[in-house]
Every structure is written in C-alpha cells, then in structure tokens.
C-alpha cells in the first residue's frame, strides 16, 4: 500500500519549453501533496504544498508563475515547469500523505529534469 | 530553506558492522521519519516515529523519537552491502503537514 508514481520519469526540453509533471497516489486518497526538489547531493528542498480543490501554498524564494501546481483530485497533483531555462534542470519529486491515516509523506519515484 | 542537522555526513564501514546516525533540531517535531534514498529513485519510508520515548524496529534497523522532541537516531545492525545509499531524517513541524529533512548521510559498506 501507501504507493506513490510519477510521470514521467525522465524529460529533456528545449529552453523556454513547459514541461508538466504528474504525481498520482495510487491505493490512497491524498488530500495534500508536496513538491520537492533536489539538487546532486544535496537533501530535498520544499517547494510547496499542494491542496486539493485549492491554491497551492509555496515556499519562501519559490516562483509561483513559475512552478504552476494543480491538485484537481484526491489522487494526482501536477507541477508544470513554465518557460523551463537550464537552471531549473533538477531531480523533482513528489510525496503525498494519506487522508485517513497519519501524516507520513510517502514519495514518488521522482522525475529528472534537463533543459537544454 | 530549513534543514535538520544530520551526522555523520557521510561513513564508509565494514560489512557486518553496526551503523549509528542521528539528527538534531532546535525546533519541536511531532513526527519523525526516516527515509533511505538510492541514486535516482525517490525516497523510502524506513521507519516512522509518532511519540516522544518511541523506539521502533524495521528489521535490522531500530530508531528512536528523542523525549525533548528535537532529535532522533537511527541504528543499523550488522550492515549488508546493500544499506549503501543515503539516509535522511525528516521532522513533521508542529501545527503543520510540512516535513522538515536532514542533509542526509552517505553510507558506504565495504564488503
């Protein structure tokens, strides 16, 4: 149980290209999801917290324009990269908590960014 | 943004060694949880910690919810070569859903 997928796992887009990534719990209904990122080496980076049927909330120093989040149900939250540049090139991952249990992130697989 | 104090930073042991790392915190936690991450995957849950004074075990691992709410540890027994990878604590912060997590710790286990 608690499994959390990703698509897709890999994108290489052209610089100013959107590249959309898709976050779906599986066996479990997520009433919030979170956005992370990671840099090589380095620990996760909190981008926001996704809300289902509502705005996301995004952390400090996070572009909302940027990194458009939409969690239009209980089981898949989107981030869309917009007008993606070679520094947004990164690991992002995904983890989702299980409504009617405890608060405990189970994570996705995680998608691999390049811009070229 | 806020990172957990996590150490060590990285270790290389022997097989069949037990492993001991921990993360500390100024701030309160109510949940604690460990992940183990491998290169180019996401994170899996190891083992979740919900009280202060709570230990748990997973196998060969054992971790333990500190009783002031601010640190946790994690033990590994007698390591195998497939524990390498990098381990990260992860602090629920108090009145939210937003997990807080270590810089992590790199675990190399010399057959």
């Known amino acids: 149980g608690a499994v959390v997928s990703q698509h897709p796992s890999r994108v290489i887009c052209k610089s100013g290209t959107s590249v959309k990534i898709e976050c779906r719990s599986l066996?479990?209904?997520?009433?919030?999801m979170f956005w992370y990122r990671q840099f090589p080496k380095k620990s996760l980076m909190l981008m926001a917290t996704?809300?289902?049927?509502?705005?996301?909330?995004?952390e400090q120093g996070v572009e909302k324009d940027k990194f458009l989040i939409n969690h239009a149900s209980l089981t898949l939250s989107t981030l869309t990269v917009t007008s993606a540049h070679p520094e947004d090139s990164s690991f992002y991952i995904c983890s989702a908590t299980d409504s009617g249990s405890t608060d405990t992130q189970y994570f996705g697989p995680g998608t691999r960014l390049t811009v070229l | 943004g806020q990172q957990l104090n996590q150490s060590p930073q990285s270790m290389f042991i022997q097989e069949g060694e037990d492993v001991s790392m921990n993360c500390t915190s100024s701030s309160i936690f109510n949940t604690w949880l460990w992940y183990k991450q491998d290169p180019g995957e996401g994170p899996v849950l190891l083992i979740a910690?919900?009280?202060?004074?709570e230990l748990t075990s997973n196998g060969r691992l054992t971790a333990q919810f500190g009783i002031t709410r601010k640190d946790s540890f994690l033990n590994i027994s007698a390591s195998i070569p497939s524990d390498v990878g990098i381990y990260f604590c992860?602090?629920?912060?108090?009145?939210?859903?937003?997990?807080?997590f270590g810089t992590g710790t790199r675990l190399k286990v010399l057959a």
């Open positions: 066996d479990f209904q997520a009433t919030t």
């Open positions: 996704s809300n289902e049927g509502s705005k996301a909330t995004y």
């Open positions: 992860a602090g629920q912060l108090t009145g939210t859903y937003k997990y807080i």
């Open positions: 910690l919900y009280k202060a004074g």
